[in-house]
């Protein structure tokens, strides 16, 4: 019967992997093909402006957008003025600060943009 020794297990467990952050060029190309989003706070947030024809339509499309993003453990800041919708989306944060964008807030972006 074989035992490993501590070395031989350390150096076999690992870490969970996060999520990696998007390169500067991938995001770039991404917003190129999709005009109705633009980059806030320096390349780590997306924000959309969409307009509706009542505040009650906003309004709905607005929850639509929160739950989604809950359903996913996305973070989302939302806000609704009149018909317009402003929405704000970023990667999770890491010790306080904004993680760099993910294909996740990509592909988030996407199904609702």
Not at 44 to 56: H, I, M, Q, V
């Amino acid at each position: 019967m074989t035992t490993k020794s501590n070395e031989d297990t350390l150096s076999t467990l690992r870490r969970v992997p996060r999520p990696q952050g998007l390169k500067p060029e991938r995001v770039q190309e991404w917003l190129q093909a999709r005009p109705q989003w633009g980059l806030t706070r320096p390349g780590k947030s997306l924000r959309l402006l969409k307009a509706f024809p009542s505040s009650e339509v906003a309004t709905h499309y607005s929850a639509y957008v929160t739950a989604f993003a809950e359903s996913l453990s996305l973070p989302v800041a939302v806000s609704v003025s009149g018909g317009q919708v402003k929405v704000i989306l970023h990667a999770r944060c890491r010790a306080s600060h904004l993680a760099p964008l993910t294909e996740g807030v990509l592909d988030f972006a996407d199904q609702i943009g």
